[in-house]
């Protein structure tokens, strides 16, 4: 749904259905009042205010009227809770406003669902951190909590520390998923801003604990295959392998590099990653069974290579390649599995600000990609300085994916 320039008229009628509804706007006005009251006269006209929830997304050329930007769309709306992040670009509905001003929302009605909105800052939550008890009650986590929504300032947030605490605070049984991004818009701290209500912080991270009758699906698109066969980590020091398979890591690597297919070898250039297992008692590794870290350089003295990650001895690995014919095909089928279900009320996408046009040959892949194979639904999101989703039963913040939360209706629950 693209934006109108025309003032919010009378409100839809009055809902009637106990289903849950989304809409998403997106405007590349220049002036950010602007751009704000076309978003939320879109919004409205298709949804009034019944919004339970909105998050806005604005890119960097709106950060200085940020808060006057959440104050429309607050006002406007009157939501229960509302979410916002500044960003690099953002995108909404079938665009993709990549280094363009843009402003982009989706306001949700979300009936019976529990929405317990909450902010972290390191200078007053950190106990939280050691206390799974303390980190429920932060959250407004209940049994029937099904994910959490994350927005967070990459320079203020110990975010390797936060989504572990988040995610397994419930016990290692029951892990709650996790997805969201890292703010985009500023290069330095300070200058990122959020939104959760009435406030608009400049550090930390907001979110939005979902509980009750939702089912969020988190589709995590890695955009990236496995080479080569898996390997064993037997010797390691903080964030170098030493030794795979016995031998010398980098010696591994060379061997790798001669026994690839010449088709192969060619995406070496693109950038070599290693990826990490997540579950080693299955019997065969594939796509989304691996946590995937940059390489970040070699020690040809000692053979070892040094990766974006802390590997232990006893670890499989497995070295991965990354383009835009495998993120695509990676993204294709994740949404494979969502056309068995029924369509969804509406999506999130966070998105790394190395994909879009730095990554595909053409503009809008990522929300075109997902509206062709889902249908026309509401989206709305940014990109991101580093994403949030769950690899296996973990949480993690990834760098070249895309996060996609994908919202539907749920079965009722019997929890108070």
Avoid at 275 to 280: A, L, R
Wanted: hydrophobic share 40%; aromatic share 4%; glycine share 12%.
């Amino acid at each position: 749904m693209s934006t109108g320039s025309r003032p919010p008229r009378r409100p839809p009628p009055p809902s009637a259905s106990t289903a849950p509804s989304a809409v998403s706007a997106i405007s590349g006005h220049l002036d950010t009042r602007t751009a704000a009251t076309e978003v939320a006269g879109e919004l409205y006209d298709h949804i009034g205010r019944r919004s339970d929830l909105v998050i806005v997304f604005v890119s960097f050329q709106h950060r200085a009227a940020f808060e006057e930007a959440a104050r429309v769309i607050r006002q406007t709306l009157s939501p229960g809770t509302l979410l916002g992040v500044t960003a690099e670009s953002v995108l909404g509905v079938d665009q993709e406003l990549e280094g363009l001003a843009g402003l982009s929302a989706i306001a949700m009605e979300l009936p019976g669902v529990r929405l317990g909105a909450w902010s972290y800052r390191a200078e007053t939550d950190a106990a939280v951190l050691n206390d799974p008890e303390a980190m429920q009650r932060h959250l407004g986590l209940a049994d029937d909590s099904v994910a959490v929504l994350i927005l967070a300032d990459p320079f203020t947030t110990p975010i390797t520390r936060l989504l572990p605490a988040i995610a397994t605070c419930r016990g290692a049984d029951r892990p709650i998923a996790v997805a969201g991004g890292m703010s985009s818009g500023a290069s330095q701290p300070g200058h990122n801003a959020l939104a959760i209500n009435e406030k608009c912080p400049t550090s930390g991270a907001v979110g939005v604990t979902m509980s009750g009758p939702i089912e969020v699906d988190i589709l995590l698109s890695q955009g990236c295959r496995p080479i080569g066969r898996p390997l064993l980590v037997t010797k390691a020091m903080g964030n170098l392998i030493l030794e795979l398979a016995g031998g010398k890591a980098l010696t591994a690597l060379k061997s790798l590099s001669e026994e690839l297919q010449e088709d192969e070898r060619s995406l070496l250039s693109g950038g070599l990653l290693v990826g990490t297992v997540i579950n080693e008692y299955q019997d065969r590794f594939g796509r989304g069974d691996f946590l995937v870290r940059n390489i970040l350089g070699y020690d040809t003295q000692n053979g070892a290579i040094a990766v974006g990650d802390l590997p232990r001895v006893g670890q499989t690995i497995q070295f991965h390649v990354r383009d835009a014919e495998t993120a695509h095909e990676d993204l294709q089928l994740l949404l494979d599995a969502q056309q068995l279900k029924g369509p969804p009320v509406g999506g999130l996408l966070f998105t790394c600000n190395g994909r879009g046009r730095r990554l595909f040959e053409h503009q809008h892949h990522d929300v075109t990609t997902i509206r062709n194979r889902l249908g026309d639904i509401p989206l709305a999101g940014f990109f991101a300085a580093g994403e949030i989703g769950p690899v296996g039963d973990q949480s993690f913040v990834h760098g070249h994916t895309a996060s996609l939360a994908l919202i539907r209706a749920g079965a009722v629950s019997s929890a108070p």
